[in-house]
């Protein structure tokens, strides 16, 4: 299949790129997009045959539902009902980084809800998503752009790289500042449950309602009998093609392992990437060494993440080690996906 790339530069001058998209969307066809978390792949989420052209582009297994966008907080035609505390988690973060789990009325296929009756939701604040959903005249269901079970795409390069010739349509023009995907509150429940931490921190949901939770999965590592909420908690992801490993714990001792790690590694013959932070920078000896951003500034590390994991893939190394940071705030949401990139290898280094 022929894919057609639009980067949009000025959303005035260049929507006839996006009315393009969005009448591509409406033929059931695919359009990868930009959104503030990480790059889209979407179709008309009331369409299954569209819907199933994504499952097939990113090789998705069936059972791992998708996400719906939309361009208004108004979303009764789509949904059974909105509990008291989900309406305020929407009118707090929509447009933003939070997707809810609410019923699904039957107008959405089964599907893009993956046989489940409830549905995860999400108003993105994107300038070109908001606009394409407009264009488009439909929900769009869309996971994130990649094939399935690589790190998310953060740069419209990453979305050609593993969907061109897979898709219809690739929109460029804002790179993803958040560079993590949405967190998940799952409101069917009560008080509600966090399924996946994102941009929109546990704390900053608290102040919503102090009784908001983590769900217990997301505190251990899955075993084989693991029944997750979301199924996509089951699968292996975000990964790159090197092995991964994380080193957790004091500053000092976590470079000295890093350090003996790497040359073992290199002795052996193997490439190594470290992936740490500006501080850290010059305290390696060797290794090819990437900062992800300054440890003052989780915002920055989450958003430089996925995009490190394949700048890695790009030196060709052998192995990835990566320092871990504290789990709260944002840190929650970096070390959830790198504890899945790295398959759980993490190594305490206390
Ligand atoms: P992706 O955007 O590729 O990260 O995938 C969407 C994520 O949302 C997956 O991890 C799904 O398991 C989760 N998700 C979507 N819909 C639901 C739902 N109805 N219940 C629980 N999790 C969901
Ligand atoms: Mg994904």
Redesign the pocket.
């Known amino acids: 299949m022929e894919t057609k790339v639009a980067i949009i530069k000025d959303i005035n001058t260049d929507i006839r790129f996006i009315e393009e998209a969005g009448k591509v969307i409406r033929n059931g066809g695919t359009v990868a997009f930009p959104t503030e978390t ?1 790059y ?1 792949l979407g179709a008309n989420a009331l369409d299954d045959e569209a819907v199933k052209k994504i499952f097939i582009a ?1 090789g ?1 297994p069936q059972d ?4 719906i966008h939309v361009s208004t907080k108004e979303i009764s035609g789509l949904v059974k009902d909105v509990p008291e505390v989900a309406q305020k988690i929407i009118d707090k973060f929509w447009p933003g980084p939070l ?1 809810v ?1 609410l019923e ?1 009325k039957d107008i959405i296929p089964n599907v893009t ?2 046989n ?1 009756n ?3 939701i999400r108003m993105p604040n994107s300038e070109i998503a908001l606009k394409l959903i407009e264009l488009a005249e439909r929900p769009i269901a ?3 752009a ?1 094939i ?1 079970g690589r790190p ?1 795409p953060t740069e419209v390069e990453r979305c050609v790289e593993d969907l061109n010739g897979r898709v219809d349509y690739i929109i460029g023009g804002e790179s993803s500042d958040i560079g993590v ?2 967190t ?1 509150v ?1 409101c069917t429940v009560n008080p509600p449950l966090v ?2 931490p994102g941009g929109i921190t546990l704390e900053m949901l608290k102040e919503i309602n102090p009784e908001i939770e983590l769900d217990k999965a997301l505190k251990s590592k899955p075993n084989d009998d693991f029944k ?6 089951k ?1 292996k ?1 975000y990964a790159p093609n090197a092995h991964l490993k994380i080193i957790k714990g004091k500053n000092e001792k976590t470079i000295e392992i890093i350090n003996e790690i790497v040359e073992n590694y290199i002795e052996k013959g193997n490439d190594v990437a470290i992936l740490t932070t500006n501080e850290n920078l010059n305290k390696f000896n060797n290794g090819k060494v990437i900062s992800l951003g300054s440890e003052n500034d989780l915002k920055e590390i989450a958003k430089n993440l996925f995009e490190a994991l394949r700048k890695c893939d790009d030196l060709g190394v052998q192995y990835i080690l990566c320092q871990g940071f504290e789990e709260n705030g944002v840190g929650l949401a970096i070390m959830n996906r790198l504890n899945k990139a790295a398959g759980y290898d993490i190594l305490r280094s206390e």
């Open positions: 990480v889209g990113k998705r791992n539902p998708l996400i997707t789990i699904k809800s993956a489940l409830t549905i995860g869309a996971p994130s990649n399935s998310s995907e949405s998940i799952d399924l996946r997750p909420k979301a199924p996509g908690m699968y992801h």
